[in-house]
């Protein structure tokens, strides 16, 4: 009987019963390893030769202005996200929060290469490991640790499937902030444990569309039965903040340049980590709903790719049929919620006001993507490819077999991205480094894999109607 060792068979008993080399299939720093500084993509971009495009404000149309923003965000986070500097120190109370979990690991995924008889060798970073179970705690660690330095006392925010909330959730207790989330209604009733999870650590988690907000009342008013999205989730808790009077703060968990900047943690480990395997990536991949998980992992890996170091290095995002903004969507200018109170940006979008199938993948249930991300893929830097329902379970569930961990739903577009990859490169019979990101587990969406192994998980179409008559509703701003 062939005894599974780190990977590989004890010599002697691999099943031809021949001698076989135990692989190594874990890489981890120590925490004196762990980034001190976060890396922010937009100088390289500039030296690429792509300027990106300012947001506007959603009444006058004129580029957003940083005190404008004022209302939503502490200072220190609008500096951030309109910085060019190339680092940004990471401040002493965000690194001793991170050092709960991370470094976080880099696997090889040879069980899963071996099921696949591929040449192809996948590696993963994996984020499950947080306290939260996903990437998301790295920037809400951040983000509430500057609204903490600002003097706020309460954030407002939304969640899609609950990753980002329960992120926010855990970092306003650690630093002693109120939360209110408004968690999209498809996943506060799929995934009632992350609300749970949520309300653990004080959190006041309401279903969105709801009737506390002006935003929610529209949608529910045209719409009783909506099932939410969170585009309409971000109006409402962009309206409470607004309102406030500046004592209520928005935080965002995607999207923005600061999200994103602090999500480079997860890029800066991955390339030390795959050094200490010897490797370089021929591909990176990782799933897309708004853009900081897949931006956080290729960054600082793009970084290489525009200079010039490492111009066949291919990047892949990855995304729901249902919700297919870089694979069907238009890049244009248009607002990052449904009712139109957020700046308008450039970005491949369906539509602001689209209202995405109720798939399990929650947390890529967006009608539009970061804008420095879009700029990539309009540029040809990035692809993308769009999956079922089904082919990401079907993904997932072999993942689990073969490497022990039941991944979320939106990690599981990253893994069937990686498993075409290595069974194209089967069929060449070349051999390919692919490192992908999974973002996060499952534990939290039982459901959704009770529903898939039991035959009631349905396939979901993209509406293409409904992105035509969104797309009608643009704020009409050209593209220079």
Not at 230 to 259: C, D, M, Q, R, W
Not at 266 to 277: D, F, N
Not at 300 to 312: I, K, S, V
Request: contains cysteine; hydrophobic residues 40%; glycine residues 10%.
């Amino acid at each position: 009987m062939a005894i599974a060792i780190e990977g590989g068979y004890a010599p002697g008993s691999s099943p031809q019963g021949e001698s076989h080399m135990i692989d190594r299939t874990r890489f981890d720093l120590s925490q004196d390893q762990m980034p001190t500084a976060w890396f922010n993509l937009m100088p390289s971009l500039v030296r690429a030769g792509m300027r990106p495009l300012p947001p506007l404000h959603p009444g006058t149309m004129e580029p957003v202005t940083p005190d404008v923003l004022e209302a939503l965000f502490p200072e220190a986070l609008i500096m951030q996200e309109v910085s060019t500097d190339e680092w940004i120190d990471i401040p002493g109370p965000v690194l001793d929060a991170y050092r709960l979990w991370r470094p976080s690991p880099l696997h090889r995924a040879t069980r899963l290469e071996r099921a696949l008889d591929t040449p192809a060798r996948i590696y993963f970073k994996y984020e499950g490991v947080s306290p939260a179970g996903s990437h998301k705690p790295n920037t809400a660690i951040a983000q509430v640790y500057y609204n903490k330095k600002a003097g706020t006392k309460r954030i407002a925010t939304e969640t899609g499937a609950g990753q980002w909330g329960s992120s926010l959730a855990m970092a306003c207790s650690f630093f002693g902030i109120d939360c209110q989330v408004f968690m999209v209604r498809a996943s506060y009733e799929q995934k009632p444990y992350r609300r749970v999870f949520m309300e653990t650590f004080d959190a006041d988690v309401v279903p969105s569309p709801s009737s506390t907000t002006r935003a929610g009342k529209a949608i529910l008013d045209a719409d009783p039965g909506s099932t939410g999205s969170l585009g309409i989730a971000i109006s409402e808790a962009v309206e409470v903040a607004a309102t406030s009077g500046g004592a209520i703060k928005y935080a965002l968990g995607s999207v923005l340049n600061h999200v994103l900047l602090h999500q480079t943690v997860v890029g800066l480990e991955a390339k030390a980590q795959m050094a200490e395997a010897e490797e370089v990536p021929d591909v990176v991949i990782g799933c897309v709903g708004g853009g900081s998980n897949y931006a956080g992992l290729a960054y600082p890996f793009m970084a290489d790719r525009l200079a010039g170091r490492t111009p066949q290095m291919r990047f892949l995002a990855t995304e729901p049929a249902a919700c297919p903004t870089l694979t069907k969507g238009t890049y244009a200018y248009d607002f990052g919620d449904t009712a139109g109170m957020a700046p308008i940006v450039a970005m491949y979008t369906l539509g602001h006001t689209f209202v995405p199938a109720p798939v399990h993948a929650g947390g890529l249930r967006y009608h539009g993507d970061a804008p420095s991300l879009s700029l990539l893929v309009r540029e040809g830097h990035i692809q993308a490819a769009a999956y079922t329902q089904s082919q990401i379970f079907e993904a997932a569930i072999m993942f689990a077999k073969t490497q022990g961990v039941v991944p979320a739903p939106e990690s599981a577009h990253a893994i069937k991205g990686a498993i075409d990859e290595a069974v194209a490169a089967r069929d060449a019979g070349q051999e390919r480094v692919v490192l992908f990101g999974l973002s996060g587990h499952g534990n939290f969406d039982m459901q959704a894999y009770d529903d898939y192994l039991h035959g009631r998980l349905p396939e979901v179409e993209f509406d293409a109607g409904a992105e035509v008559a969104a797309l009608a509703d643009l704020p009409g701003v050209p593209i220079p």
